[in-house]
Structures are given as structure tokens and as C-alpha cells.
């Protein structure tokens, strides 16, 4: 594992949401001081409360901390999830001595249960005296966030940038209820990069829609799917000139890439990981639309699953995806051939 970006602590342990004893289930993520903060969130009407809170905190320059859940979702709570919510927040903040307003919040598991707040609250000021900065502590915090997952997802990335060495980390989990437009999924990304909130949040809606928009499991779109960005700025001593933009975002989009592509390859259920590569489309949305429904085919899915290379069923999916092409020039490729 590469260095950890500088300027965060973090970790992971179990305050007693799930039943199984050696299953973590809370996450607390402090940034040493103000950090820029973006958030993109479900697309689902149906929204849980974390997302609600964290809409209305980010984009940011003041964030100092991530606080998540795992287990319960407090998605459809109402008022009550709200009010707990905001309280996550509250506890973390008085741990940690921050605002509550600097505290995000993130939620997964089982929908319709109201949190145990006595437990989590316990849980998190346990969480704040044992924060730290090695890549044990980043793999606890990774584990804490995971509810059906067979095992945690992280990666990292160490670049130039500026003349300075960058770093970004990133832990995401989400096994079901994945569906395009990113899914039952959360993920946590850490760069040590300084960026300007507007700048943070535009590189992160657009790595977000090149890699988690474009996963699929079950095609079931969750309450609860988050991503988050938070730059420290530690490595650097100025914001991110606009000429080293596209490196920042090259390095960050491939990250997600490589986490997105680890949450299919752990679907429930899952057997088989399918790359679909569309070429030749006039537009990226056209192609997208292609490999979407190919993706979301049950008869795809089944033939893929029993190892049957049954092309016609790709062929037919495409076919009716709505998009306009001349079937007379489709070729199609199967692990090359």
C-alpha cells in the first residue's frame, strides 16, 4: 500500500449495531484542520437522512470530519432519523472539538430501523481516542463501513503534482443493490491536494460519473449511496493550479475506477466480473445506454453466469436499447475473440 495522504486520522471498530461479534460497524475519519469537502449523492427519490445532511453541507472548505454507520441505514425514519442524524454529527464534534457543522454523516445497512444511538454514540467517542494515521488504521476504517461485503475495498494513488508528491486514498463498499447511477455503495476519498471547493466538487461529480455510475449488480438504485471527497491541502502550500487540473482528476477518476470495479466483482451472488466496452456511438451517452442494458439483461446475466457465450442475447439487448445504430456493421468481441 502506497503513503496515506497527510492530514487525516481515522478508524474503525465495532459498537454493536450488528449481532456478529467480529463485524465492525462504525467509521470515524478527522481531518487535522479545515479541509474541502464535496459530496455526490443517490438519485433515488427516496433519500435517506444522512444524505439530506450532507446535501446541505457540502460543497465545503470548513469539513472536519466523516462519521458512518454501518448495519442501519436510517432511511425512512423520518423526522427521527433527521434528529439522529444531526446528533451523529453532534457527538462527533463534541469528540473530536469541531462544529457540527463540520461533520458528515453516512448510513447503510437494513432500511426502516431507527439507529441505536446509544450505542453508536459510545461508539464514536471510543472511535475519537483511538484515531491514527497508518495503514492499519485506513484498513479498520475501511472494514467499518461494510455491510454484506465478502471483504473491504481500498485503493491508493501517489503522483506529482505542482512539484509536490499527492496522495489519494479512497475506501468505498456495496455488494447489493447496485444498480447504474452508482447504487447501494459508499465511498470515502482522502487527498492530501489542496483544492477549492467548486474545483473539488466538479473532479468529483465526473470521476463519480466515469466509474461508480457505470457499475451494476442488480440494478436496484439505493437510499443511501454517497460519495465523499475531502482535501486536506497538506502537500501543498497553494490551491491546485488550473494547469495541473487534468492530472488531479486523471489519478482521481482512475482511483474510483479501480474501487467501482471491486464492488461488482463482490455482488451478492456474483460469479463473474463483465467489463462491456460500447465503441462507435455517436455521443457517450448512446454508448452508455448500449452497455447499460446490456449489463442489465437477465438473459445476459444467466448465459454469462453459466458460461455460455450466447452472443445473440448481447446482440438482442443492444438491439432494443434505444439507441439508433446499423446492425449490418455491429461487431461483437468476447475475451477477444
Known sequence: MQSLPLGFRMTGL????????????LTLIVADEDATAAGVYTQNLVYAAPVAIDRERTPSRRARAVVVNSGNANACTGQRGLDD??????????AIGVEAEQVLV????????????DKIEAGVRNAASQLGHTGEDFVLAARGICTTDKSHKIATRE????????????????????GPRMATMLAVIMTDARLEPIDAQYAL??????????ISVDGHMSTNDTVLLLASGAAMDEPLPSS??????????????????????????????????VRGCICDADARRIAQTVAESPLVKTAVAGNDPNWGRIVSAAGYAGVNFNPDRLELRLNGT
Open 14 to 25: 465495532r459498537c454493536g449495531i450488528k449481532p456478529a461479534a467480529d463485524k465492525l460497524d
Open 85 to 94: 442524524a444531526r446528533r451523529m454529527a453532534q457527538v462527533t464534534a463534541e
Open 106 to 117: 453516512m448510513s447503510t445497512g437494513v432500511i426502516g430501523q431507527f439507529l441505536p444511538m
Open 159 to 178: 503522483f506529482q503534482l505542482a512539484g509536490r508528491t499527492v496522495r489519494i486514498a479512497g475506501m468505498a463498499k456495496g455488494a447489493g443493490m447496485i
Open 205 to 214: 461529480s465526473e470521476a463519480v460519473n466515469e466509474s461508480f455510475n457505470c
Open 244 to 277: 495541473e487540473g487534468f492530472v488531479f482528476f486523471r489519478e482521481l477518476r482512475e482511483l474510483c475506477v479501480e474501487l467501482a470495479k471491486q464492488i461488482p466483482d463482490d455482488g451478492e451472488g456474483a460469479s463473474h466480473l463483465m467489463c462491456i466496452h
